[in-house]
DNA sequence: CTAGGGTTAG
């Protein structure tokens, strides 16, 4: 086939063409997947995690620079040139687009594609598929599913795999188990769709469910189910299913490769095994800014500092460029050691040297290193001078450092902003009624209080996990009147609670929400979720165990000093991972060294 | 000859 020459020139245009002209909608096909005619609206989603997305583009621009693929694949070649096109020539443009992550190029061809005349095969609605899943494109993929099932490729084990792929990545987990389970034959590939894309949407305690009913269909889990698996248990701590997981690597002699090993140090370094990580990094052969970005803010949140810092010059020293993540773990080790002349400096040389462009993110790294470390103006003039709107947790990272340093003005003003931006967000109270508690002005904490409750806003209650064995249990913080099954874990708690106060522990009860008497705030504390989960781990564990906790909101100041005696009393070390960071308790200190 | 992969502040 002859294609015609064109100039390069001519084809650096822009193509607009609207979403509703380019893929009608099939009003024929009354599917599950569809788009329903009469009521003008998509299926309800059956997850109710799936929340609502704004589309990226109302009006999709093509913007086609030609010389960064190939020329003949120039989007105006089916504008102009479509009877030069064959079937073979279109299908071969639109892989070679999603290759290239041109994804609006290849929803761009395939919208094309029946306006010249060609069909597609089942062989291009893999491609398409997945570019629709990188464009979280949820309508265009209901669309398309209902395309592949008219045209007979239903049971087409490819594009139904790609299908729950993009399902997944389009936040909608439950379509996508569905077609998975009505898929006629599936492959680890399929499962791996699955489990990649439980995870993607954070639902990583069925990522691991899955990934147990494969083993028990009898599919072999390869590297890439590894890689799924060991970012769900890094995200739920499980450190044991995650050793598991590794030994299965070592033992089915699966490929360390840079996905594997990276997957790996995560693991190890969200559950707080900081050596196992380091030994896995160094196990490694091929690297990339990944592995090292996992492996600095390993450092980081578990209190190594300055092992972050060396890790980041080493990296720079080797030659592998940093990016924006590497700096997010550079000034949140800085921030959580009190760094703050290497923080200041970091900033700096991320903007001049390595030209990087900050992101909120780093400008609430800054504000948290510097409120914390009491440099309350400077933090201020962060918040001034940065070129973007402050989001909730700049104003909370301030609002922070008000209450460490009972700046209870400035904490108001923080609180202002915060609850216009986020007025529904319990969170933000507690923190308004903490900052209040500080100066026992109680009066004001019933105000918050009474607001609360009159706007029937709740506080996230406290939860956390430990895992023993395979199994992860999990702790919610009690209700002082409704025990609720684990006698045996208040029972320990109120022996401990005896045992540290001839140790000299007081229980913290500044803290507490409410003005309770003492003793009632002293119960209340008792049973937050962390102690609950401390004692059980201490029931059912030999004393040589590390006990390993997460936790979902971060750790409060009685229970901090609570486990560091706890360390010393019961020679026990314990590890905390709140929301935020971790603490490493031993012998009556914490790693934290109590600045947190 | 098509499908599935790791990191991100507080």
């Known amino acids: 086939m002859v294609l015609p020459r064109f100039n390069h ?4 245009e822009t193509v607009p063409t609207t979403l509703n002209e380019a893929l009608p909608m099939d009003p024929t096909l009354p599917l599950p997947y569809c788009f329903n005619p009469t009521t003008h609206s998509y299926r309800v989603p059956s997850d109710s995690n799936d929340s609502a997305r704004t589309y990226p583009y109302d009006e999709f621009t093509l913007k086609l620079h030609s010389h960064e ?6 989007a105006l070649l089916f504008t102009q040139f479509h009877e030069f096109i064959d079937s073979e020539l279109c299908h071969t443009i639109l892989r070679c687009y999603t290759h290239l992550n041109k994804h609006l190029l290849t929803v761009f061809v395939y919208t094309q594609m029946s306006k010249i005349g060609i069909l597609p095969d089942s062989s291009i609605f893999p491609a398409v598929l997945k570019s629709v899943a990188q464009l979280c494109r949820r309508d265009l993929g209901q669309s398309i599913h209902c395309c592949v099932i008219k045209m007979g490729f239903g049971s087409d084990i490819y594009s139904s795999t790609a299908l729950v792929h993009m399902y997944c990545t389009c936040l909608l987990c439950g379509d996508a188990r569905q077609l998975f389970d009505e898929m006629p034959e599936r492959n680890a590939v399929s499962w791996n769709a699955l489990i990649t894309g439980y995870t993607h949407n954070r639902r990583f305690r069925e990522a691991i469910d899955v990934f147990r009913e494969m083993q028990a269909a009898g599919a072999e889990p390869g590297e890439v189910t590894t890689v799924g698996v060991l970012s ?3 995200h739920l701590g499980a450190l044991n299913q995650g050793k598991w997981v590794h030994d299965y690597i070592t033992r089915n002699r699966l490929r360390l490769n840079v996905f594997v090993g990276t997957a790996l140090i995560d693991m190890y370094a969200k559950c707080g ?3 196992e990580a380091e030994k896995v990094f160094w196990a490694m052969r091929v690297k990339n800014v990944y592995t090292w970005n996992v492996l600095i803010s390993g450092y ?5 500092g300055e092992a972050a810092l060396q890790a980041f010059s080493r990296m720079v020293m080797e030659n592998f460029r940093p990016d924006e993540v590497t700096f997010l773990g550079v000034l949140c080790a800085c921030c959580h050691q009190g760094l703050v002349k290497e923080g200041r400096w970091h900033f700096l040389s991320m903007k001049e040297e390595f030209r990087l462009q900050p992101m909120i993110e780093h400008y609430s790294c800054m504000v948290d290193l510097l409120g914390r470390a009491g440099f309350l103006d400077e933090a201020q003039e962060v918040i001034r001078t940065m070129n973007m709107k402050p989001d909730p947790i700049i104003w909370r990272a301030l609002l922070g450092a008000c209450r460490i340093h009972g700046h209870t003005q400035l904490g108001e003003f923080a609180i202002r902003n915060l609850l216009e931006l986020e007025p529904k967000n319990g969170e933000n109270y507690v923190l308004l009624s903490n900052l209040y508690a500080r100066d026992r002005n ?6 918050v ?6 706007t029937g806003i709740h506080k996230v209650p406290g939860c956390s996990s430990i895992e023993i064995g395979s199994v992860v249990y999990e702790f919610v913080v009690s209700d002082i009147t409704e025990p609720g099954g684990y006698e045996e874990v208040y029972k320990l708690l109120a022996v401990i609670k005896r045992q540290l106060e001839v140790a000299g522990y007081s229980a913290d009860t500044n803290i507490v929400l409410y003005d309770l008497e003492e003793e009632e705030k002293e119960q209340t504390l008792i049973y937050h979720s962390e102690k609950l989960a401390l004692a059980f781990g201490l029931l059912k564990t030999s004393s040589d165990t590390t006990l390993i906790i997460v936790k979902n909101l971060r750790i409060c100041q009685d229970c901090h000093q609570f486990f560091k005696l706890i360390s ?4 026990r070390k314990i590890t905390v991972r709140d929301r935020h960071r971790f603490h490493h308790f031993s012998g009556g200190v914490c790693s934290c060294k109590d600045y947190w």
Do not use: F, H, P, T
């Open 9 to 12: 020139e001519e084809i650096i």
């Open 442 to 447: 109680w009066v004001k904490v019933g105000q």
């Open 449 to 454: 209080r009474e607001m609360m409750n009159r």
């Open 273 to 275: 095994l900081v050596d």
């Open 300 to 304: 980081a949140m578990n209190g190594q």
């Open 568 to 571: 010393m009393i019961y020679r």
């Open 232 to 234: 769900a248990c890094a």
């Open 69 to 74: 693929s190939n020329s003949r694949s120039s």
